[in-house]
């Protein structure tokens, strides 16, 4: 048994075709990484330049929004089919793919990869209400993905190592956040823990994370957020903020999920009118709001986490703005408007708690509001607490998260991600039916 097992260190070491796979694999996180700052930049850039344009020209959304939105929705149908929406759905649903695993190349691919990218861009050029972290665990995922034309890899790691890593390296690339990329995928791509893909995951995300480092330098998304704790009222905070958070990301997540079903059929038959209306509505919509509602909502989650004032109105603005964008059927993720809105919530929150700490609540209203909606607590107390730089209320957070999930279930009994995955599977599933009836 040793003599073999030195046999097979010894082949591994030496192998040429074992070493080439190794490179790919390396490259193809390097360029995860790349990716993920790349598009971070030009996302950061094109918000810019929405408000540089708009900022006293209160007309100009009514063109560039509905526009912008029709332009988008006609490059998704024509040329980048499979890069609407989060992209995250897309990639759980490449990973369980069971009776139709030859059409991953559909949700995962080099091409869906760059479309997305340049989508979301225009996305943001066009003052639609999207984030890129989610876009951008599709697009890594569609990278990693596309290695296996490159080298030979383990049947495993082909099926879903891959694709995990992929997964979890575009979250911690994106955030720069490398615990929460590989809880994320553990608790919610996965499901599970597996001791055949840890190694690929870990490795990716080590890799994507240097490689982003590397370009942005080493930063927390938020910056470091100061909180004060007072013991004897933080526990009727975490239970409001758990209650309210919960109710409203479960809310939004229904309407994702039903609310977009029930849309659907509207958008296949007029996608065009329906991007059009909806790029109108955006435009009323972040004039109402004076401009707060356009972009991912980085700058208004930052300030309601330095305690600045944030307009009592935006978290429902955001609110209504991101869900329309959704249904609009542009690629645009909901990972940044969600924090948003959270931390816009518990700012506003603090308000029903005199004395107490602004920053404290926002931060507690953006945990309980992003557990509502995404229904993983653990990836949103990691990727939380490593965004703002901030151990000191772990635990409040934690408390805070779970009141949220379970709230947050009792609205919306399926977690978002997983609804939306199974509508890519089922469709997939139907098309390819319906391809084999019409062939017979």
């Known amino acids: 048994m040793y003599r073999k097992r030195v046999r097979q260190s010894r082949k591994q070491l030496t192998s040429a075709r074992v070493w080439r796979t190794r490179g790919v694999f390396l490259s193809g996180a390097i360029l995860v990484g790349a990716a993920a700052s790349l598009l971070a930049l030009g996302a950061d850039r094109a918000s810019e330049l929405f408000l540089h344009f708009v900022t006293g020209r209160p007309w100009l959304p009514f063109v560039i929004t509905p526009l912008g939105l029709v332009f988008i929705v006609w490059l998704t149908r024509n040329f980048f089919a499979g890069a609407e929406g989060s992209g995250i759905p897309q990639a759980i649903a490449a990973l369980h793919l069971k009776r139709h695993k ?46 296996t034309r490159f080298a030979r890899f383990p049947h495993y790691d082909i099926s879903r190592g891959l694709i995990l890593a992929g997964g979890a390296a575009g979250l911690a690339a994106a955030f720069n956040t490398p615990l929460a990329g590989v ?20 490795t990716a995300v080590i890799i994507a994370g240097i490689t982003a480092l590397a370009i942005n330098g080493n ?76 972009g991912t909502g980085y700058a208004e989650a930052k300030a309601a986490l330095t305690g600045a004032d944030v307009e009592g109105s935006f978290p429902l603005y955001k609110y209504l703005a991101t869900v329309l964008s959704y249904w609009s059927g542009i690629p645009g993720g909901i990972f940044a408007p969600s924090l948003s809105i959270g931390a816009g919530l518990g700012a506003e929150m603090a308000g029903w708690f005199p004395g107490t700490d602004i920053s404290t609540v926002a931060l507690l209203g953006m945990a309980a509001y992003f557990t509502g909606v995404v229904q993983t607590p653990l990836t949103a107390v990691i990727i939380i607490m490593e965004m703002t730089d901030n151990q000191n209320i772990l635990l ?9 999930d379970g709230i947050s279930k009792l609205i919306s009994p399926q977690p978002i991600y997983r609804a939306l995955a199974e509508d890519f599977i089922r469709d997939l599933s139907l098309g390819e039916e319906e391809k084999r009836a019409g062939g017979e």
Do not use: C
């Open 102 to 147: 030859h059409l991953r190349h559909r949700l995962l691919s080099v091409r869906i990869a760059i479309g997305k990218g340049i989508m979301i861009v225009l996305g943001l050029l066009s003052g639609a209400s999207i984030g890129r972290e989610g876009p951008t665990i599709h697009i890594a995922a569609s990278i990693s993905f596309a290695l």
């Open 183 to 202: 809880m994320f995928a553990i608790e919610e791509m996965a499901k599970s823990f597996e001791e055949k893909t840890n190694g690929t995951v870990f």
């Open 219 to 294: 930063y927390a998304y938020f910056g470091s957020v100061d909180t004060v704790i007072h013991l004897p009222q933080v526990f009727a905070v975490v239970v409001v903020a758990g209650l309210v958070g919960g109710a409203a990301g479960g809310s939004f997540s229904a309407l994702l999920v039903y609310g977009g079903r029930r849309v659907k059929p509207w958008r296949s038959a007029h996608p065009y009118l329906l991007a059009a209306l909806i790029g109108l509505l955006l435009a009323f919509i972040g004039l109402v709001s004076g401009g707060q509602t356009w």
């Open 396 to 404: 409040p957070v934690m408390a805070v998260a779970l009141i949220a």
